[in-house]
């Protein structure tokens, strides 16, 4: 199998206004029976192995990288979908808002991407409830999902209860019986309500499911390449078309070809696959 590789670099929004960069990789992948694309781009606060090191990986004979193996399968799934047969549409899938750090939210932001769009949730990274404006949420009848990372404490929480459509990674304090918890990174919450599922390649991001029959999966994107986000959405079980799901992160980045071609929500759909595609066969690709 031949595989090829083209690095890339988006400008991802901070605060201030300004940019800065985040590198990563797209390789394409000849199978006997189609081609197939996938990505790795790593988050160097979590841990994440370097690009050369997976390239290098991804050079050898036989493959047997967990990674790379993991980002082979995600290629599979990019192949098929680019196929010709009729049953490979791509359903518009519900999404949150995703509105990153809550420090960060403004009312221009609600007024400009949440409200004219019609988002009935807005998810937040948060440490604290302290700048949580119930009322805000209230007047537009939005729900909000905390995602807590472990971190921060959560007091006064059952007061806002009423709002909060679940926490995510809630850290130690946390003892409501009547928010729904939902597992990320943290491994030692046995029976949430809902799993975060990111299926992308890494392996450490891939956990066993509930044991409760009544979990739920949400899907969302790696915060990566428009194609990452493409990769979760493929990924999203038929069962879990009725969920919101985290897959509009594009707007965290400054607009490229690639994520034009992304609604902008609630629903995740891909505006017009062929030029999708196209902008994929034109890449800079390189042989390994």
Known sequence: MRIEYAKYSLNKKISGGSHQSSEGVLFKFNFDDGVGYSLYQPIK?????????IITSMSVDKIVDRTC????????LIKNFFSERAENIL???????SAGDIKSF??????EEVLPHQFKTIKFKVTSLEDIDLEIFKKH???VILDFNQLGETSGIENFKNIIKYVEDPPKDFKSKEIPVAKDF?????????IIKKPTGFEKLVFEEGTKESTVLVFTSYLDHPLGQ?????SVTKSSLDSEHGLLTQRFYQKNKYSELISKGPLFKLN???????????EDWKVL
């Open 69 to 76: 193996l993991l980002i082979i399968e995600s290629a599979k």
């Open 45 to 53: 606060s979590l841990g994440d192995r370097g690009i050369s090191e």
């Open 91 to 97: 359903k518009p899938i519900p999404c949150y808002f």
């Open 186 to 194: 943290d491994l030692s919450i046995k029976s949430p309500d809902l």
């Open 230 to 234: 493409l990769i979760s959405a493929l």
């Open 272 to 282: 017009n696959k062929a030029d999708f595609l196209s902008l994929l066969e034109y």
């Open 141 to 143: 009848d939005l729900k």
């Open 106 to 111: 403004s009312l221009s932001t609600l007024k």
